[in-house]
């Protein structure tokens, strides 16, 4: 009598790493915890640049905004980033002046995280609600989206406006912009990235970005800081979203969606 074969068990891909990377000054951070439950095994590199009591703060000067961190994350763990890194700010909460909210943005990448399957099939660059962007792009002063509405004169950058500032810092090879036309801006600072996106830029292009950064110390509203935001994308990203961003621009235009006053000029001619 034949003896039966044995059943072979087929080994689960055990889930792609993931870090959660917050870049923290004074907004609450109650979410955090909320976030980390839905992604079992994630790290969490909490940056504080504020007063914040919080155990888990990994202590940084208070320079730039998010992106300050964010640079600083990538050159410390550029050989042992996570197989996915999600970045972001800390305030989550609905101002009213923004449409969808950071917390909408967030929780478009973590929703669909907790999925194993996606988690594992996740390659690239993920942010949500994309914008265009153009060369001439250029900011001087900045409307405040606090309560007290100030208006701020910016830190200027070494170079301007955002086009040659772009080829500088981003990419050099896209003479022509053709690179940022597709891929547009996301906005919020918020987003998630895979290791070998993140690796195959140089790590001197962190070095650079982080001393521009630093070039404005002493000034926490700085130009660079708006051009870093429009330029997640166009750094790490592959895929184009160029109708995407001029529907968007269109309906916010048209009053259909609360557009985001911020990124108001980056169509500008």
Known sequence: KPQAKPVQQVKEEPPKSIDLVVAAYDAPLDWIDTQLKKLPG???????????????CIRLDNVGTEEYAFFVHLLRHYRDLADITIFTKDNM???????????????????????????????GF???????VT?????????????????????????????????????????????????????????AVSRDRVQR??????????SEVEYCRG??????????ERSWGPLFSDECHHDEAWANLKMGSKGLVEFNKRFAQVSKE
């Open 42 to 56: 994630a790290r969490l590199f909490l940056y504080c640049k504020g007063d914040s009591q919080d155990p888990r």
């Open 93 to 123: 909460i609905d101002t009213g002046y923004y449409s969808p909210t950071a917390l909408d943005s967030l929780n478009s990448i973590t929703n669909p995280l907790m999925n194993v399957d996606i988690r594992n099939q996740f390659h």
């Open 126 to 132: 993920h942010a949500r609600s994309w914008y265009p």
């Open 135 to 191: 060369e001439k792009f250029d900011v001087f002063k900045y409307h405040a989206s606090s309560s007290d509405g100030k208006v701020k004169e910016l830190c200027r950058p070494s170079v301007s406006p955002y086009g040659l500032w772009y080829k500088r810092f981003i990419n050099p090879d896209d003479t022509n912009y053709t690179r940022m036309s597709c891929v547009t801006a996301s906005m919020h600072g918020i987003f």
């Open 201 to 210: 830029v140089p790590r001197s292009r962190f070095v650079d970005l982080l």
């Open 219 to 228: 000034h926490n509203a700085f130009t660079a800081g708006h051009y870093m």
